[in-house]
T-cell receptor
Framework: KAGVTQTPRYLIKTRGQQVTLSCSPI?????VSWYQQTPGQGLQFLFE???????NKGNFPGRFSGRQFSNSRSEMNVSTLELGDSALYLC?????????????FGPGTRLTVL | AQSVTQLDSQVPVFEEAPVELRCNYS??????LFWYVQYPNQGLQLLLK??????LVESINGFEAEFNKSQTSFHLRKPSVHISDTAEYFC?????????????FGTGTLLAVQP
């Protein structure tokens, strides 16, 4: 099976712009989670989607949003970008969304905000 | 709430030497425990996980971790490391029984294997 894919791999934006990142999970996986990775804060949970419903959300401002489509593909959107949003954004998928599941991570999207 | 502590941000070690990466967690509910590894410019991949049963779990590439409930620890060990083991290692927990598979990560330990 193909792994988790994320597009684009790299993005450069300026403050105030908005950005949309895409994630295609492993075929058959119904849960998609998003994480932000920065040198200062480490890996932080953004949100999780299961069967097109957001099940959990991390402690991020409302500028961060996401959605999941019927084919389990997911997008996350960040509006009004700030310098501090520069990070590696990782998407992970799992088969059933159980907390015992292994999560399979994509290679990430590196976002740089200038 | 849950938290994970990895006290060592970096562990330098010579090739073929043993290594231990420490992980302690705090949680008011029972959790599943995971170790993920991140190679440069890549995403994370699962190394091993503890769900239940035997407290010693092993990976296919020689790593092992032991769950110690009384000390709330899940330290990762390898008896003999290789250059190719150089990577960042993340300990994580997920509370079980909840309707989510959110992972709470530690800050990571960079394992630097030197020849």
């Amino acid at each position: 099976k193909a792994g988790v894919t994320q597009t684009p791999r790299y993005l450069i934006k300026t403050r105030g712009q908005q950005v949309t990142l895409s994630c295609s999970p492993i075929s058959g996986h119904r849960s998609v989670s998003w994480y932000q990775q920065t040198p200062g804060q480490g890996l932080q949970f953004l949100f999780e989607y299961f069967s097109e419903t957001q099940r959990n959300k991390g402690n991020f401002p409302g500028r961060f949003s996401g959605r999941q489509f019927s084919n389990s593909r997911s997008e996350m959107n960040v509006s009004t970008l700030e310098l501090g949003d520069s990070a590696l954004y990782l998407c992970a998928s799992s088969p059933s969304g159980s907390s015992a599941d292994t999560q399979y991570f994509g290679p990430g999207t590196r976002l740089t905000v200038l | 709430a849950q938290s994970v502590t990895q006290l060592d941000s970096q562990v330098p070690v010579f090739e073929e030497a043993p290594v231990e990466l420490r992980c302690n967690y705090s949680s008011s509910v029972s959790v599943y425990l995971f170790w993920y590894v991140q190679y440069p410019n890549q995403g994370l991949q699962l190394l091993l996980k503890y769900l239940s049963g035997s407290t010693l779990v092993e990976s296919i590439n020689g790593f092992e971790a032991e769950f110690n409930k009384s000390q709330t620890s899940f330290h990762l060990r390898k008896p003999s490391v290789h250059i190719s083991d150089t990577a960042e290692y993340f300990c994580a927990v997920s509370p079980y029984g909840g309707a989510t598979n959110k992972l709470i990560f530690g800050t990571g330990t960079l394992l630097a294997v030197q020849p």
